[in-house]
């Protein structure tokens, strides 16, 4: 018994396209696993010769150019990093949470549809842009306001950050604040409870992993944002002890000193090993956001 | 007319009128000139077939129907003898006597207890002093929950989120937590339409235990269940109330032909 051969034009445009789309769907696995490799083969030979961990994590001098005795501490980084994250994440949980209930809960009509295409493009303006308002708006303008000598600190890039962080946040924590179902708060309405009641007792608690999947997003974006960062933040290595220190980001690191060190040599190896910190850490924060969102959508 | 001659200043005839309700939905009119009485500490049905307005009717009591935005009423609507409409009316305080039960079960995301004590922590609000003791919440919380059938079953699970009960529990939920700030007025929107045959029974029954405690006002789908579990029967066409009456009455012989049409399923 023979077979009709069913394999016309049309067959080969579907087994193609389909392909094709496969091929789009895992490329996305492909280059963060080669993006994975890269760095890791780069910075490798600093991990197993020349690091020494507790050195890497706990000291707080980054000297690579020293003649005489580079050493290669990024307690100061992290710390640079981790302050001005933190303060742009204290800073902007506030107003993201704010404007996303006010957008979700109480807006109407064309009021919330300009204020979301807004918030969107204040995430469309490039970091440079952001480090120039810092720069040259929030320099001067926080020596005249606290008195100190440097405008270029923790609290410049924190809130040149915490705006930069702030419309994904608005984002995300709308999102949250819409997938609660509407007949919670029908019947809360209807039970006598004003519209902020709804919001505070029964809308907030149920998108609570949500908010808070956003909130770590958040911090994501600043731990990964480098220009904005290091043309706001002074620049310079320092544990910092108030929000007027002038402080210096692992992000800036890389990108202020990978062009000036020879390709392969220690230095190089080293910045590399800050890019894996980094990578690990975003990647962490990022599942950990993906995770909580998918809990509230399974129960 | 027996009743007034009887002094009953307390206690009006009629829980809720309407007088000329006319109600919108941006240029669609759903209600044309409502004229309706609803006598007090009975169980009223509405009927009539999908889009009818009997939905639109029951939510204009308590204003909820207002949440869509796009909504504008004319005419009057009395509740226990207070317009709500009225300037000096407070919403909240409307919303405090009216309680309602929708077609969906839906249970606050909250626990068992906390369902049951969100009406009464709303409307005491702001007003720290009159916060009731443990004692007294658990109290009401047990209460409220043998009222409608469903403390044996929860007694031991109170801090359970109460979507973990079945919808037959939970729409019980929903009628129980209606109970704690008194309300006199129950509007209930299909509130079977979503359980199963005993399911359905099982709240039947429980809606008939609290007919003359409250007035209550059901709207519903199903012609068998207007028939065996209400006193009396309101029928709506088009937007109109077309004719109300006890429900004996309507089910055997209702004055007007649509109405008549309708129970006997020529149409709807």
Known sequence: ?299 | MADESKPQPQAPKHAIQTRGLNLWYGDFQALFDVDFDVRAGRVTGLIGPSGCGKSTLLRSINRIVERLGYVRTTGTIDVLGHDIFGANVELLQVRKQIGMVFQRPNPLPLSIRDNVLFGLRTHRDGDRKSRPSKEVEAQIVEESLRTVLLWDKVKDRLGEPAIRLSLEEQQKLCIARLLPVKPRVLLMDEPCSALDPDGTAAVEELIWSLKGDYTILIVTHNMAQARRATEECAFMLHGKLVEHTETAKMFVSPKNQSTADYIEGRYG
Request: hydrophobic share 55%; proline share 4%; aromatic share 10%.
């Open chain 1, 1 to 299: 018994m023979q077979h009709e051969d069913v394999r016309d034009f049309h067959w080969y445009v579907d087994k193609a396209m389909a392909s094709l789309v496969f091929l789009g769907g895992i490329s996305a696995i492909v280059f963060i696993i080669g993006i994975f490799l890269f760095i890791t083969r780069e910075g490798l030979g600093f991990i197993t010769d020349g690091l020494d961990l507790r050195e890497f994590f706990f000291d707080p001098a980054w000297r690579p150019t020293s003649d005489s005795n580079p050493t290669y501490g990024a307690f100061a980084l992290i710390a640079g990093t981790a302050s001005i994250t933190g303060l742009a994440v204290l800073l902007s949980i506030p107003f993201s949470i704010g404007a996303a209930i006010y957008i979700a809960e109480f807006a109407q009509g064309r009021t919330r549809e300009i204020l979301k295409i807004l918030i969107e493009l204040l995430a469309a303006i490039p970091s440079v842009v952001w480090g120039f308002i810092g720069l040259s708006i929030m320099n001067p303008l926080i020596i005249d306001m606290f008195d100190v000598p440097v405008g270029l600190n923790i609290l410049n890039a924190g809130v040149i950050l915490a705006l930069m962080a702030a419309p994904i946040m608005t984002t995300i924590a709308e999102d949250a604040l819409k997938a609660v179902p509407d007949r919670y708060r029908e019947a809360a309405e209807a039970l006598g409870a004003t519209r902020w009641q709804v919001t505070l007792k029964v809308v907030l608690p149920a998108a609570k992993h949500g908010l808070m999947a956003a909130v770590l997003l958040g911090v994501g974006r600043g731990f990964g944002e480098t220009m904005a960062v290091l043309m706001a933040s002074g620049h310079s290595i320092n544990v910092p002890d108030s929000i007027f220190d002038s402080v210096r980001a692992l992000t800036a690191t890389i990108a202020a000193e990978l062009g000036e060190t020879a390709v392969g040599s220690e230095h190089y190896q080293a910045l590399f090993t800050l890019g894996i910190l980094l990578f690990a850490v975003t990647f962490i924060i990022n599942l950990t956001a993906d995770l909580v969102m998918r809990g509230i959508k399974r129960s």
